[in-house]
């Protein structure tokens, strides 16, 4: 019997099913999510969601009658807890056993745990689904005190929805700056300095050490022996990648689930998409584990054109975004590697460009409220097109045009 299981219910798993029937698929199509809620928008969750200014109703990818018109079986609250490849069943925490003739792993990331002493006293937060998210939400409001641990991503847009709502806001970050995995200390400069602007404090190079309750509510004691006292933490130390169904049926799995180009694992019948596979990538010549929509989007594509019987190859640019206040990131590429760095325009201006430059190639971007520059570098990147520092400097004409 023909048919497809999906397990995970995130914008890569609806991509996939919705793309499998555009190109022709007639048979069923299952997909199995842990949740209760249909497939949601997940990166509201630490912006328009917790400010207020995003609704839970309009949280939704699709709404029911679209799976019900492209038949298409959402089974919520159900988990997946075994793959078995020799029967091509998949056994589910509600005692079900789901036959595949293909299958579709996109379980995404599951938030890093904070380890230290005291963190028994309080339910530590993680931000990661809507249920985290509404969590989060009841506890902020006027005058409480929210302290973030991580001033990743998730850290940084948590702290500035949280200022929305008026509560003092306290990120504690390890590193000596913020974004520091994944940008220049140009962009993370500017965020140390947009975020202050608006009254968070941030403690660079600092850890916390313990924590313990007081008749205020919690106070964290720092690892340069400070204390900070709060009423909610919220943990965004990063991710692991959902591998256990994977490592357990004998997939390959090595800092997420192994595919090759076609999105399929060591077992040709299943695919991995999204955040929790490790895929090749033709322009960066190495394997990668990417977390973002675009990514989980296109893999969806190429996996579920090669189910159908179209070759596909995945080959995209990288490319992310993040909403802060009122200013808005978008990096394409990835700025590992690096042997320059080109900075068009002011930070001050909160419009500017940073370029990251080896070879005398454009190898990544970040783009501060310049969406047409953004769109120029993709297709910069993408063709391998030599670049001079003149051509960025030159502020008389667009950076991409000859000098």
């Given at each position: ?184 200390e140009v962009v993370s400069t500017f965020y140390q300095n947009l975020h202050r602007a608006h009254g968070v404090e941030i403690k660079l190079n600092t850890n916390i050490q313990t924590i313990h309750k007081v008749s205020s509510g919690f106070e964290a004691i720092m690892s340069d022996a400070t204390t900070i006292e709060f009423d909610t933490i919220v943990v965004g130390i990063g991710v692991l990648p959902n591998t256990q169904l994977a490592e357990e049926s004998g997939l390959v799995c090595s800092n997420g689930i192994v595919v090759n180009e076609r999105a399929q694992t060591s077992d040709p019948l299943i695919y991995a998409i999204g ?129």
């Amino acid at each position: 019997m023909e048919s497809i299981v999906i397990i995970g219910a995130g914008h890569s798993a609806v991509e996939a099913a919705l793309t499998l029937r555009k190109k022709g698929w007639e048979h069923d199509i299952c997909i199995l999510s842990q949740e209760s809620a249909l497939p949601y928008q997940r990166p509201q969750l630490s912006k328009g969601y917790i400010d207020g200014s995003v609704l839970e109703e309009k949280l939704a990818l699709k709404q029911r009658e679209l799976y019900n018109k492209n038949n298409i079986e959402i089974k919520l609250g159900t988990k997946a807890i075994k793959i078995n490849r020799s029967r091509r069943i998949i056994e589910t925490s509600k005692n079900e056993n789901i036959p595949y003739s293909h299958l579709i792993i996109a379980t995404g990331t599951r938030p890093r745990p904070l380890t230290i002493s005291g963190s028994h006293l309080l339910d530590v937060n993680y931000l990661r689904s809507l249920d985290d998210a509404k969590k989060i939400k009841s506890k902020l409001a006027a005058g409480r005190r929210l302290l973030v641990i991580g001033a990743g991503y998730i850290g940084l847009e948590l702290a500035a929805s949280a200022t929305k709502l008026n509560c003092k806001v306290t990120v504690v970050e390890a590193e000596e700056r913020v974004l520091a995995r994944v940008t220049s200390e140009v962009v993370s400069t500017f965020y140390q300095n947009l975020h202050r602007a608006h009254g968070v404090e941030i403690k660079l190079n600092t850890n916390i050490q313990t924590i313990h309750k007081v008749s205020s509510g919690f106070e964290a004691i720092m690892s340069d022996a400070t204390t900070i006292e709060f009423d909610t933490i919220v943990v965004g130390i990063g991710v692991l990648p959902n591998t256990q169904l994977a490592e357990e049926s004998g997939l390959v799995c090595s800092n997420g689930i192994v595919v090759n180009e076609r999105a399929q694992t060591s077992d040709p019948l299943i695919y991995a998409i999204g955040d929790c596979s490790n895929h090749p990538n033709e322009f960066y010549q190495k394997q990668i584990r990417l977390e973002s929509i675009p990514n989980a989007l296109e893999q969806a594509r190429v996996a579920a054109a090669n189910i159908c019987g179209s070759p596909s190859s995945y080959n995209s640019i990288p490319w992310f975004w993040s909403n802060q206040y009122n200013v808005k990131l978008q990096t394409v590429g990835l700025s590992e590697g690096y042997e320059e760095i080109v900075v068009r325009g002011t930070p001050a201006d909160n419009v500017f460009c940073v370029f990251y430059l080896k070879d005398k190639r454009l190898i990544a971007m970040d783009a501060i409220n310049s969406s047409a520059d953004f769109l120029k570098a993709k297709t910069h990147i993408l063709n391998k097109n030599t670049i001079t520092t003149a051509q960025l400097t030159e502020t008389t004409k667009a950076w991409f045009e000859p000098v």
